[in-house]
């Protein structure tokens, strides 16, 4: 572990520490807010997680910020489905000065597509005074291969490639919940580690008859890696209320923002190599960049959820469904390379390879159960 991470995360654990032990009488946020009436708070399904219809008494605080909440653990669990779009790409190039016909592919068209199942988790406590602590962890693992035999269907040439994303974010927060006016809200604060990987590779094989006899063999490879791993802050603010058309049904939405240090490296790779009567051709080229750099995050979540009482435990049932964005900014580093191969007169295969600075989206929806106790 670097200096740096150890620094973080003592410091999120200093602050979390400090939060679940702050007096139960919080005035936080009232000073904000002055009000010369008293309104009922608004009731939430946190607060509704012990509720007894026969002893309860009613609920006041100055309007329109309460910070009463139910003390007890949240936990959850979310699957979200994202579609990325960005990254790198890897390209061939194939001429054939026989027949006047040029083939070409990008592993953008057969990359990754749709969308990608990424899971979340997360567990915290929170106090009766609304301050807590929580740990998340979402990851986002897939791949994509695609491939086209050599000479299928009397076609001179074959190819395939793979596409690898790899992202993981954890977070550990202080976490605080109070209301405003009739929405219930959750600010968070703390430390995130998180990673982001993308390698592409691309492979082709091919032939070319010469006019004269014989057949010229080629043959080439393209890959590229963006790669950022890195330690920074992360806050957010979430809020919901009830629907007025349904009881137990609430909208909700969730914005967070992270910014991060930490390294990004980039590297591209190709080759090219020709067999032929009349002399073999070989190239290979490549590029790497890597520097200390710095990732912008934002997410935003925007949907509906349903909770209700649970009969055999202390603690209250929630489903909820939203859609989702995430924005992974650019990184400071990119890099590229290119290799060429061929006979005058016969043809050539030209291998590409980007690895971009570009940013990363994720766009696609979230379903996510859990329960507050």
Known sequence: ?????????????????????????????????????????????????????DSAQPMYAPAPVTSYCHEGWRLGVEATFLAPMGGNQQTWSLVNEQTSMVNSFATDAHGIEGLVPAPRFWVGYVCGNGWGVQARYWELNTSSNYSEPFFTLGEDYGYSSSTNLEMYAFDLE????????DWNMVGTFGYRHALRDYNETTNTLASINRGGGGTDLFAGTASGISLFEGDGLTFSLSGYRCSSCCYGLQWFWNARGSVLFGDSRVGAQTSSVLNSPGGDVFQTNGGFAGDSDSLWIAEFQVGA?????????????????????????????????????????????????????????????????????
């Open 1 to 53: 572990m670097k200096v740096r991470h150890i620094f973080l995360t003592s410091m999120a654990w200093f602050g979390a520490t400090w939060g679940v032990c702050l007096h139960a009488e919080d005035e936080l946020f009232r000073p904000i807010y002055l009000a010369e009436e008293r309104l009922e708070a608004p009731a939430s399904f946190e607060r509704m997680a012990s509720f007894n219809a």
């Open 305 to 373: 959820q349903w909770s209700a009482q649970l009969k055999c435990l202390p603690g209250r049932f929630f489903v909820r469904g939203a859609f989702e964005y995430q924005y992974w900014g650019e990184v400071g580093a990119g890099a590229g390379a290119t290799s060429t191969a061929g006979e005058a007169g016969v043809g050539s295969l030209t291998m590409n390879s980007l690895a971009p600075n570009d940013s990363l989206d994720l766009v696609g929806f979230a379903i996510s159960t859990g329960i507050v106790w």
């Open 174 to 181: 202080v976490v605080k919940e109070f209301c405003i006016y």
